[in-house]
């Protein structure tokens, strides 16, 4: 068995953003058999509402027109679609030097890994068990991590438990890290959608979002720090 997980962020990692200072990584998981019938139902959906195949924006879309699409998708696959999200308050992010790249990026990577744990322990209550985990991520800077392994390495390294300190949450699959352009891909608008929702609704434009993912089962994301 094979999985896939889509990933986009909402808000920003740094500590003079202007507006609500949450930062959020957001997406689903999916069986990959399932993955393709997603793409497909998305385009279907994007001509019924917005007489285009062309991304929209989720922060450019009414809270009321997010849900339409989010129930639609949980509907139509209540065992092959399943959202994730992590959240960071960053005005308590003390000893991250926001104006040193490379330490931003290596954070982002930590975020990235604490959510594929959320979605690893996810699939383990649905019964999956991954040989090959393919994970996708909007694309995102390219910060040179110097003696740092970048996000694929750091993963396999991590979950294989081949670093010094502790693993809490192993796994053997074998996991690659791709970067898309959303415009090009349907599945990762959906993860911006997800992570633009999860994110309104920490800024009280969304109340009912909460609900949604109550109602699909999906457990409170992990807030840190």
Not at 152 to 172: G, W
């Amino acid at each position: 068995m094979k999985t896939n997980i889509f990933i986009d962020d909402s808000g920003q990692l740094h500590i003079k953003y202007p507006k609500k200072h949450m930062f959020i990584y957001g997406g689903f998981w999916a069986p990959e058999n399932e993955v393709s019938k997603i793409n497909t139902y998305y385009s279907i959906i994007k001509m019924q509402l917005f007489k285009s195949k062309k991304e929209v924006k989720g922060s450019n879309m009414s809270p009321k027109i997010k849900k339409r699409i989010i129930n639609r998708i949980c509907k139509k696959f209540p065992q092959g679609f399943h959202p994730i999200f992590i959240c960071v308050n960053v005005d308590n992010l003390d000893r991250l030097n926001f104006n040193n790249k490379r330490s931003v990026q290596l954070f982002k990577n930590y975020l990235i890994r604490r959510l594929i744990e959320i979605a690893i322990l996810d699939q383990r209550r649905y019964g999956y068990y991954s040989r090959d985990t393919d994970i996708f991520i909007d694309n995102q800077s390219k910060t040179q991590l110097g003696f740092f392994d970048s996000l694929e390495p750091y993963l396999n390294k991590y979950f294989h438990d081949r670093y010094a300190s502790r693993t809490y949450i192993k796994n053997s699959a074998n996991f690659k890290a791709k970067f898309l352009d959303s415009k090009a891909s349907n599945l990762i608008q959906i993860a911006d959608i997800l992570a633009n929702s999860k994110y309104q609704y920490y800024t009280g434009k969304f109340d009912t979002f909460k609900i949604i993912m109550s109602a699909k089962k999906v457990k409170d994301p992990l807030k840190l720090p």
